[in-house]
């Protein structure tokens, strides 16, 4: 399977964002929350009346207390 590069990048962001935290896995929370800086999603989430700043600090604030 060939997955496009810009799905590829946000992979790496998230692995990366988890040893930079100490996190043990990846989870689709920190997935979600590296694809917020990708802009093509961050224009779809907005389309859909998404609010892109609440997302990240909702995500951030719950990897901060729920992951170990």
Not at 22 to 28: A, G, N, Q, S
Not at 35 to 47: E, G, I, Q, S, Y
């Amino acid at each position: 399977m060939r997955l496009s590069e810009q799905l590829n990048d946000i992979i790496h962001d998230s692995v990366d964002y988890s040893i930079q935290n100490d996190y043990e896995l990846v989870t689709p929370e920190t997935f979600l929350l590296e694809a917020c800086k990708d802009p093509v999603f961050a224009d779809a989430f907005a389309l859909c009346g998404g609010n892109l700043w609440i997302l990240e600090n909702d995500l951030t604030e719950y990897l901060s207390d729920n992951l170990d």
